[in-house]
C-alpha cells in the first residue's frame, strides 16, 4: 500500500463547476500536506500546502486537511479550462525528510 | 518561470551508458532536492543537499549519484542506463531545508533505448 493514495481520474467537469480532488494517506508522521498543479510537460507548481488539520483559501482554491480520518482534499470553485492540468498531492513529515506523493489526478474543464 | 534550470531538456542514450542531469538553483536557495516521475511510479523523491551537503536520501538507486556543488549548482549521474530509468527527472530548490517551500524546475526527459 501507498503512503499516499489519490484516485488517478481522469476527471472531466464543465466550465464552471466545483471541483472535488482527494487524497488519503497511512503515515502518522506526516504533518504538512500540499497540493501540486501540474501541466502537460512542466515542473509540478505549488499551489498551497496546509500545516496539520483544517482548512486554507487561497482564492478558488480551498485545501482542507482530516488528521482524524487522513484525508486531504482540494476544492476548486468556478473552474476554468486554464485548470486542465494534472492535480498532485503530497505529504512531508519532519522525521522522513522527504516529500511524498500521490499519483495525481488527471482534471479536464470543458469550456 | 520557476527560476531553476536543468539541463539537458531532452536526453536519449543507450543501455548501459552513464549521462549527467544538471540543475542550477534559483539565487539563494541553498537545498536542491532531486526526483524520479515515471508512469508506474509516479513522483518520487532520490535525494535532497543542502548547502553541499546531502540531507536526506530517499529511493535512490545505487546506479545513481548526486551531489551540490560550491556554486550550488548540483548533478545527478545515472549510471549502468536501463530501459526502466527512461523518466522526467526534476530538480527543486528551496532557500532552506524545507522541501514545502521548494520550486521545480522543467525537468529533463530521459529516454534509454
Known amino acids: 500500500q501507498k503512503e499516499v493514495e489519490q484516485d488517478p481520474g481522469p476527471l472531466s467537469v464543465p466550465e464552471g463547476a466545483i471541483v472535488s480532488l482527494n487524497c488519503t494517506y497511512s503515515?502518522?508522521?506526516?504533518?504538512?500536506f500540499m497540493w501540486y498543479r501540474q501541466y502537460s510537460r512542466k515542473g509540478p507548481e505549488l499551489l498551497m500546502y496546509?500545516?496539520?488539520?483544517g482548512n486554507k483559501e487561497d482564492g478558488r482554491f480551498t485545501a482542507q486537511v482530516d488528521k482524524s480520518s487522513k484525508y486531504i482534499s482540494l476544492f476548486i470553485r468556478d473552474s476554468q479550462p486554464s485548470d486542465s492540468a494534472t492535480y498532485l498531492c503530497a505529504s512531508f513529515s519532519g522525521s522522513a525528510r522527504q516529500l511524498t506523493f500521490g499519483s495525481g489526478t488527471q482534471l479536464t474543464v470543458l469550456p | 518561470d520557476s527560476g531553476v534550470t536543468q539541463t539537458p531538456k531532452h536526453l536519449i542514450t543507450a543501455t548501459g551508458q552513464r549521462v549527467t542531469l544538471r540543475c542550477s538553483p534559483r539565487?539563494?536557495?541553498?537545498?536542491v532536492y532531486w526526483y524520479q516521475q515515471s508512469l508506474d511510479q509516479g513522483l518520487q523523491f532520490l535525494i535532497q543537499y543542502y548547502n553541499g551537503e546531502e540531507r536526506a536520501k530517499g529511493n535512490i538507486l545505487e546506479r545513481f549519484s548526486a551531489q551540490q556543488f560550491p556554486d550550488l549548482h548540483s548533478e545527478l549521474n545515472l549510471s549502468s542506463l536501463e530501459l526502466g530509468d527512461s523518466a522526467l527527472y526534476f530538480c527543486?530548490?528551496?532557500?532552506?531545508?524545507?522541501?514545502?517551500?521548494?520550486?521545480f524546475g522543467q525537468g529533463t526527459r530521459l529516454t534509454v533505448v
Open positions: 527543486a530548490s528551496s532557500p532552506g531545508g524545507m522541501p514545502t517551500e521548494a520550486f
Open positions: 496546509t500545516y496539520s488539520s
Open positions: 539565487s539563494g536557495d541553498l537545498s
Open positions: 503515515n502518522s508522521a506526516f504533518q504538512y
